[in-house]
């Protein structure tokens, strides 16, 4: 999968899950692993932050290097 195509799908999932998963916690928990993933397949760092304050805080937590 390109890393355009990666963030594109990260962001049209990402409403999804914050509606699916109310309690900040678990939606955290959750989303860890998705990030983790999504970065795994090469999806540029640069793609997923700035947009979601909560994703931003995330990513500092998956890999504060990205």
């Given at each position: 999968m390109s890393?355009?195509?990666g963030a594109s799908i990260f962001w049209e999932l990402w409403p999804k899950?914050?509606?699916a998963i109310?309690?900040?916690e678990h939606r955290a928990d959750f989303a860890r692993g998705q990030l983790r993933?999504?970065?795994d397949?090469?999806?540029d760092p640069?793609?997923?932050r700035?947009?979601?304050p909560e994703i931003d805080r995330?990513?500092?937590e998956v890999d504060p290097e990205l």
């Open positions: 890393w355009r195509t899950v914050k509606a109310p309690n900040p993933l999504f970065l397949y090469d999806v640069g793609d997923l700035g947009t979601d995330l990513m500092d």
